[in-house]
């Protein structure tokens, strides 16, 4: 592998990395059957409840320290809503990382920097 | 720049360069006022909801066949729960990958491959 | 109609009554071909985040000081909530108030009254 | 009490009953702290989340064929909607049934029957 070649695969990245991870998940487990859009589209929402059920009753203070344990719930259900979010960007054949930095371009132009005197 | 670093600077990556330019894009519009875990989880699950607007109506067959317009508009809304959730995960200061590897292996234990005769 | 059956209907009631106002607004526009329970937690779900977003960015005590507008915009999500639950509730043959009791009389035993000395 | 009054009391009602019991429960276990409409509109969310959980992976026709055991568990995750979305009229000073009634108006005007020749 060329140094190129290397930085371009490492750098394609991380999230094709994980894609492919999760294609081969599913074939394996035979739920691509299960894996369309409208299902995935579910999933994300479902797991992005589980984050929030970690914040509900606590004030905006107590949100910032939560503990060891906690923490590393909260990891694993931010984690379960990227799974579910590049399995669906993968079924609908959309390339999230390109998705997303159109959509900061788009934001910065509906949300201009204030700039004072 | 060394081959190494370069491959771990392009690796480490894009969702790196992500969590980066969303800081910049708080920081300087003055939001981290608002960036607590709570504001942040709720924010991951209303644009997960706008995801499942798209195919709230659609048949499952009909999900996989959006038109060119509707993809564009969930590519956006798949784009907005990554950019929150990568917000999340940064004031949180979980990496985002790690984590999702992390919650792979568990899955894999949990969902065991069936292996037939 | 005697008096007790008439109380007994007006209170078995009102959300009978708008059940039977959605079924009809649903048969009049060929709804209920959409109208199967898994589209119709969706549309809760999408509701529910809708009457979020009101409160996202606010404090704990800025939501509790909706302006009018604000207050009646709430109000009509809130009611979406409502609507699409009932209407899922008829789908699916279940009765919501009783349904709820019965969950109220869980909650109690799961949540004892704390007696101190 | 008229027959009349028995019967607007009683039909104003059930909803208006639970609403009663729920702030009794809150107020029995010193909840009213944590029962801000931003919380509240969380446990909405979250609530409606767990009732989709039950139709994630099932097709638009198994949904409609739930087991006794399933249904029964949904009707508890609708009820669960239901509670926490009257204590967040009530705190909201919101009258349910009539915020209902004026959005299904809205709707039929949004949303017309069609007329055919």
Known sequence: MTEATQAA????????????????????????????????????????????????????????????????????EIADVLLYLVRLADVLDIDLLSAAHEKIALNAQKYPVPRGL
Not at 17 to 28: C, G, Q
Not at 32 to 46: E, T
Not at 53 to 65: G, Y
């Open 9 to 76: 695969a490492a750098g394609s990245d991380s999230l094709q990395d994980l894609r492919e991870r999760l294609r081969h998940f599913a074939a394996e487990r035979d739920w691509n059957q299960f894996h369309g859009p409208k299902n995935l589209a579910m999933s994300v929402a479902i797991e992005a409840a589980e984050i929030m059920e970690h914040f509900q009753w606590l004030t905006p203070a107590q949100s910032l320290e939560l503990g060891h344990a906690a923490r590393r719930e909260v990891a694993h």
